[in-house]
């Protein structure tokens, strides 16, 4: 297994587009969380995923946001009409059960410009 | 929610040098780990501990889950521990602190 793959690595978006963020969790792990974090501060949750169920969202996604989790495997994470405050760093992790260590993907920079 | 407060926020030593960063925590929490933050922005998990003393080479980490903190150990550093340290924990999604910047000097 190799660990946690997000796509992209990089995106840079003009104000107003849409984007999609992809995350491969390691295959065995049945939770998925996104996350997050911008310059200077640490991850923050924004959402998780319990198999295909979305088990809670943060008031920090709004309704612009949407996560998806078909089928159990991978996720996407969409921003629609982005925003310059949408540019962060977009954090993806995996965990087998509920107290099992988190294992994070390299991330999605996003850049709104 | 959780709050979680990371100290010192920022730590400069030189190679050689051992540290101990705390993170406490607002309530209790059945899901602490600690994470190094690299240059490329991947964080990697050093430790689950909910409770009780882990070692792992140089780094070792304790939690006292009765008082609501934890502590990292870092010794003999070295450069490559150059980096941001995080602590998160919860009872079922990870809340994390702003971090510790470390700087290893050579």
């Known amino acids: 297994d190799t660990g946690v793959s997000q796509d992209p690595r990089h995106k840079i978006t003009k104000r107003g587009q849409n984007v999609t963020f992809r995350c491969d969790p390691i295959?065995?792990?049945?939770?998925l969380y996104w996350y997050r974090q911008t310059l200077g501060q640490g991850p923050e949750f924004l959402t998780y995923f319990q198999n295909e169920a979305q088990l809670e969202k943060s008031r920090l996604l709004s309704d612009r946001f949407s996560a998806e989790r078909p089928k159990g495997s991978f996720s996407t994470l969409e921003i629609q009409r982005t925003e310059q405050g949408d540019s962060a760093m977009y954090l993806c992790?995996?965990?087998?059960?509920?107290?099992?260590?988190?294992?994070f993907g390299s991330g999605t920079r996003l850049t709104v410009v | 929610g959780i709050q979680v407060e990371q100290s010192p926020p920022d730590l400069i030593l030189q190679e050689g040098a051992n540290s101990t960063l705390r993170c406490n925590f607002s309530?209790?929490?059945?899901?602490l780990q600690w994470f190094h933050q690299n240059p490329w922005g991947q964080l990697i998990n050093l430790f689950y501990i909910p409770s009780g003393t882990k070692q792992n080479g140089r780094l070792s980490a304790t939690t006292v889950a009765t008082e609501r903190y934890s502590l990292l150990y870092i010794s003999s550093s070295q450069t490559t521990d150059s980096g941001v340290y995080f602590c998160?924990?919860?009872?079922?999604?990870?809340?994390f602190g702003k971090g510790t910047l470390l700087t290893v000097n050579p």
């Open positions: 992790a995996s965990s087998q059960d509920r107290e099992g260590g988190y294992t």
């Open positions: 309530d209790s929490v059945n899901n």
């Open positions: 998160g924990g919860s009872n079922y999604k990870l809340t």
């Open positions: 295959s065995e792990h049945n939770r």
